[in-house]
């Protein structure tokens, strides 16, 4: 796996992953920014996330459930002290369908935290990762 970080101007990066893709991340206008992307520490959230969301779905799908939607909300707390390390990271997985067994979501969400989730296993050494879900029927 590789990626590419290319500055464009001021503190403004293209960052081109391996698969082909392109993402813009900026800082913020106080550090020399001008606020035309994501910041680098929301990458990370976005990184938890994502990386848990694909294995929700996964094991939902292996077990056969209708799912017809799924959000996560991500919130993070760092330190108050640089170097503004995360603290704490909350993902609430919000997962829609038909007839979605409350037992199937909450083992998805389980196994994805213990298990298979790469990004979560790999800062919870040192960060609070703290997972919940809900379910909405539709």
Not at 55 to 65: C, E, F, H, S, Y
Not at 92 to 119: M, N, P, T, W
Request: proline share 2%.
């Amino acid at each position: 796996m590789s990626a590419r970080l290319k500055l464009s101007e001021g503190v403004t990066w293209v960052g081109e992953s391996g698969s082909g893709h392109a993402i813009v991340i900026d800082g913020s206008p106080e550090v020399g920014g001008r606020n035309l992307g994501m910041r680098p520490m929301e990458l990370m959230l976005l990184g938890v996330g994502s990386c848990s969301a694909m294995d929700v779905m996964l094991i939902l799908r292996k077990a056969r459930q209708d799912v017809t939607d799924c959000s996560v909300e991500i919130s993070g707390t760092r330190a108050e002290t640089i170097p503004q390390v995360f603290t704490d990271i909350h993902l609430r997985f919000i997962v829609e369908g038909r007839d979605l067994a409350e037992r199937h979501v909450a083992r998805a969400v389980q196994l994805s935290a213990e298990k298979y989730c790469s990004a979560s296993l790999m800062l919870q050494a040192s960060v609070n990762i703290t997972h919940d879900h809900e379910i909405r029927s539709v």
